[in-house]
């Protein structure tokens, strides 16, 4: 059993696969001050532990890259493979500095590495990523504050507003202040979201396909206009074809 861990800001997506498709997800939270200890407690409730025969990581957070290797070599004795510089991903980054693409972007991108049609991800995440793939190769990339970010943003720069919960009102036009500041933060997101997609239509000129992906993609995939199938497991599937790959290269 391959053991998959996508490391984000905000959470960590856990995936358990046979090799060929994801069997079970799980997701913990981010927290930097955790030790490896309290992090593979958590991690053994969820999974069993004598059956994981290799680890694949993807990471945007170095802190918890390191307690997560420790667990590696202290509990499983494997050593992951680590998506990042010397990692054959399979895939072309057409960008002005390749290697400042995060691991999860590198992920997504990959998930989708089987489409005919060019593909528009979007990531809904700590921030919220675009990402244009076609034949392949990432062409592009947007980036805006996601959800969590313009909450404590929002919240952190006002006397008076409240911290809420992500939470779909009945109405755009709220007539309370959670309801107003709930549907600027969903319904603002899937407009912004529609408006990227026109934007991004009119400067590519070609038909694509839009995957929505993420920790909020299940909130904010029924409020948009646009067709689009949704995903949430993009990145461990992804990460799960870079493995795969790499072991194909080591034997």
Known sequence: MILLFDVGNTNISIGLSDGKKILETYRLNTEVSKTADEYFIQIRS?????????????????????????????????????????????????????????????????????????ILVVDLGTANKY?????????????????????????????LLPDIDIEVPKKVLGTNTISCMQSGMTYGVASQVDGLIERVAEEVKEEFDVVLTGGLSSTIAPLCKHPLTRDPDLVLKGLLNIFNRNEIIKK
């Open 46 to 118: 969820l999974i069993p532990v004598p059956s994981i025969t290799a680890i694949a990581i993807s990471s945007v957070v170095p802190r918890i890259t390191e307690k997560l290797k420790e667990i590696c070599d202290r509990f499983f004795h494997l050593e992951p493979l680590i998506v990042g510089p010397g990692v054959k991903t399979g895939l072309n980054v057409k960008t002005d500095h390749p290697r400042e693409v995060g691991a999860d972007l590198i992920c997504d991108a990959v998930g989708v590495e089987y489409s005919v049609k060019p």
């Open 131 to 159: 990402i244009y793939v076609k034949n392949k190769t990432i062409l592009g990339v947007i980036i805006t504050p996601g959800v969590s970010i313009s909450i404590k943003a929002l919240v952190g720069n006002t006397a």
